[in-house]
Each structure stands twice: as structure tokens, then as C-alpha cells.
């Protein structure tokens, strides 16, 4: 047994360092992964500016949305604008006529009648400039509740049946969009 201990005592003492030869292998996945991080930082970087890049073309994008909104509010306002203008100005016209038959009024009738008529033809022809038709209504014709309406029913038998008798306003469409529906008189 003495020579058992001896043995143990003169043995080398056992350490906890290990060899050089398994440092190397863990040296090396430490740099693939100091490698790998490196990596990863640089995609992470790439992929910010890419980031930055889109939200800067997405600002650019909704400043120039907003400017364009802008824009076509101030156009429409402007076409608006001058459409009223256009109309006010093909219906002055029609107002000098009238205080021209207005400063008639006490002296000769006939000129009154006249100025009248001429104001008349005026109006007429500022209504053509503006695109306005006299919607077709006369005895005999056919009702449409679409262009006309019927405001009093007769029991005729000159007439035939959603015939107009008789025509109490005259109506006027622009294009397709009646601005006042004639206003008549139908047989049942």
C-alpha cells in the first residue's frame, strides 16, 4: 500500500488546463462567429438604409399627393369661377335691353314692345352660347314625365291619351340634364 501512495504522491498532478491542441478548435468558431456577427451587422445596416430610403420616397410620395390635391381644389375652384363668370356675362346683355325698354316706358308703347322683343332675342341667344335648349313641348305632342310636368290632367277627346293640351312654362335642358322640366297640361 506504501508504494500505492507513493506512486499517486510522485505522479504528475492532474491540472484542469487543457491542451493547445484543443484551444485551436475553439479559437476557430469563435472567429467564424465574430465573422457571422460582423455579417449580420452589415445586412442589419444595409437593410436600415433601405428602410430610410423607402420612407423617404413614401414622404416624397404623400408631399407631392397633397400638392396635387391642392392644386385640383384651386383648379376646380377656378373652372367653377369661371363658368358663374361666363354665364353672368352672356346674361348682362339681356339687363341693358330691359333698362332700355324701361327708359321707353311712358312715351311710345310700340318702342317698349319692341325693346321687349329684342330682349327676348337676347336672352335667347345668351341661353344658345351657354349650350341651354328649349325642351320641345306642344299640343298634340306626346308626354315624357322625363322632359315635362304635368301639372293638370283634362278629359279631352281631341286628344289622345299622354297627349299635352296645353304647354304653361317652357323647359330647358343643357345636354342631357334637364334644368327645368316643361311645365303641362295632359289628356287622360
Known amino acids: 500500500m506504501d508504494e500505492e501512495i507513493r506512486k499517486e504522491e510522485t505522479a504528475e498532478p492532474v491540472t484542469e488546463e487543457t ?5 485551436k478548435p475553439k479559437e476557430k468558431g469563435e472567429k467564424k462567429l465574430k465573422a457571422e456577427i460582423e455579417k449580420q451587422k452589415k445586412e442589419i445596416e444595409k437593410l436600415l438604409s433601405e428602410i430610410e430610403e423607402q420612407k423617404d ?9 397633397n400638392n396635387f390635391r391642392t392644386r385640383s381644389a384651386k383648379e376646380r375652384e377656378g373652372i367653377y369661377a369661371d363658368a358663374y363668370c361666363d354665364a ?11 333698362e332700355r325698354a324701361a327708359a321707353y316706358g311712358d312715351s311710345d308703347p310700340a318702342k317698349v314692345a ?44 281631341a286628344y289622345g291619351e299622354n297627349e299635352i293640351t296645353d304647354v304653361f312654362a ?14 303641362v297640361k295632359v289628356a287622360n
Open 88 to 98: 353672368l356675362e352672356a346674361v348682362l346683355p339681356v339687363i341693358d335691353n330691359l
Open 19 to 23: 491542451p493547445a491542441e484543443e484551444k
Open 114 to 157: 319692341e325693346g321687349v322683343r329684342m330682349t327676348l332675342d337676347a336672352f335667347t341667344a345668351a341661353l344658345q352660347r351657354l349650350g341651354v335648349e328649349e325642351i320641345p313641348a306642344e299640343p298634340g305632342s306626346q308626354f315624357d314625365p322625363e322632359l315635362h310636368n304635368a301639372v293638370m290632367h283634362a278629359e279631352d277627346e
Open 170 to 183: 317652357k323647359g330647358y335642358k343643357k345636354g342631357s340634364r334637364v334644368l327645368r322640366h316643361t311645365m
Open 57 to 65: 420616397k413614401y414622404l416624397r410620395m404623400m408631399a407631392e399627393y
